[in-house]
């Protein structure tokens, strides 16, 4: 894990055990990583490809919930013309190798003993290791509560539906809010938006309570939640970002 | 890239691993340039220049830069006034 004193990471090869779609673009690839030596919900790894001729890309994806022994789970959503993730979600084959480092990342990680409430708000594939402390509280039989804040294009664009539709219904305080920045399904209030002070206002807890904020997704949306969140009065320091890169 | 496509400093813990044992997402760090104190996990890091940038979010001067040969890393923290990390007593 990312207690202090641990050994210098090296890589280790993982090979593709199972794929599951959860979107049009976005998939779940289960890795067999041998000696995995577990991890904590928000925690990602660096995945390395190397082609024919010795060039190498890697690229860091997030752990999609808790390891189950060897087993590791990340969500990976394709991004049209990339190097790394077509390849992961239409060209890696069960049983292929790929290099992966990890668990890395000791600061954007949620640990079951912290008492604060918790605010997670995702943009598009930012909700993947979100979705791995909503997994983990449960794991934990924590009573924290959890609001989440998910910004998709389209319904068709929500990674986990289904699962999450349950675990708000469940998951004893979990709530759980959308924002639809293209398209709205029948019935929701308002119209598509990109996210703003009402939602984050409306579906977050008040900076009094002193919660701890996670902030996931593209650049661009991270910024501005986090500003957004800074301005409501919440102290910089409980909230944590994790931006995933250019758009999303 | 726009001005913006930037990561946080916590995606720095990987390849900071393969030189040091310790996470150095996890420590904290003082910007030689503005005094700023605050964890490295909070740097903006910009990995399309050689390398990667790690630049101090109030004064965006840069703090590390980590460059990757192919038998050897160079790591540059003349931006960087201390680190401090975490160790466990004993
Ligand atoms: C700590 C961390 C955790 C991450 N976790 C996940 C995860 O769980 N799931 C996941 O799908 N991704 C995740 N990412 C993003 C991932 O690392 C890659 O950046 C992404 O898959 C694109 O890589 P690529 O090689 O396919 O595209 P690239 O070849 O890097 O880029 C191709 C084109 O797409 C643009 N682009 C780059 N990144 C993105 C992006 N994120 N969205 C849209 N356009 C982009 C580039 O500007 C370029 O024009 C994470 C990033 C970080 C830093
Ligand atoms: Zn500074």
């Not at chain 1, 992966?100 to 954007?108: A, D, I, M, Q, T």
Request: net charge neutral; proline share 9%.
């Amino acid at each position: 894990m990312s207690s202090p004193l641990a050994a210098p990471l090296t890589w280790r090869v993982a090979r593709l055990v199972e794929r599951r779609d959860e979107t049009p673009t976005a998939q779940t690839l289960v890795l067999d990583v041998p000696g995995w030596p577990g991890h904590l919900p928000g925690q990602h790894v660096d995945v390395r490809l190397t082609a024919p001729d010795g060039y190498q890309a890697a690229r860091s994806y997030s752990l999609a919930g808790p390891a189950e022994g060897e087993r590791v789970a990340l969500t990976v959503q394709r991004v049209p013309d990339g190097e790394v993730s077509p390849y992961l979600t239409d060209v890696w084959a069960t049983g292929d190798p790929v290099e992966v480092r990890g668990p890395v990342g000791g600061w954007f990680v949620w640990r079951p003993a912290e008492l604060a409430p918790v605010l997670l708000v995702a943009g598009g594939s930012g909700v993947v290791p979100l979705m791995a402390m909503v997994r983990a509280r449960r794991a934990a039989g924590s009573r924290v509560p959890f609001r989440l804040i998910y910004s998709a294009r389209t319904p068709a664009d929500v990674i986990y539906a289904d699962e999450l539709r349950r675990r708000a219904r469940d998951d004893h305080g979990l709530d759980v809010a959308y924002v639809y920045t293209r398209t709205a399904p029948k019935g929701w209030r308002g119209e598509p938006h990109r996210i703003g002070l009402a939602d984050v206002n409306t579906h977050g807890w008040p900076a009094e309570l002193e919660p701890l904020c996670y902030v996931c997704g593209p650049t661009g949306f991270v910024e501005t939640v986090a500003d957004l969140l800074v301005g409501l009065g919440h102290q910089p320091r409980r909230v944590r970002t994790e931006r995933f890169g250019p758009t999303g | 890239m726009t001005e913006m496509s930037y990561l946080d400093g916590n995606m720095l813990d990987g390849p900071l691993r393969e030189v040091f044992a310790v996470d150095l997402s996890g420590a904290t760090g003082r910007c030689a340039s503005c005094g700023t104190t605050g964890p490295m996990a909070g740097l903006r890091v910009y990995t399309h220049a050689p390398g990667l940038v790690a630049r101090c979010p109030s004064c965006a001067e840069v703090m590390l830069r980590l460059v990757r040969g192919p038998d050897r890393t160079w790591l540059d923290l003349r931006g960087t006034t201390y680190l401090q990390v975490p160790t466990p007593p004993g």
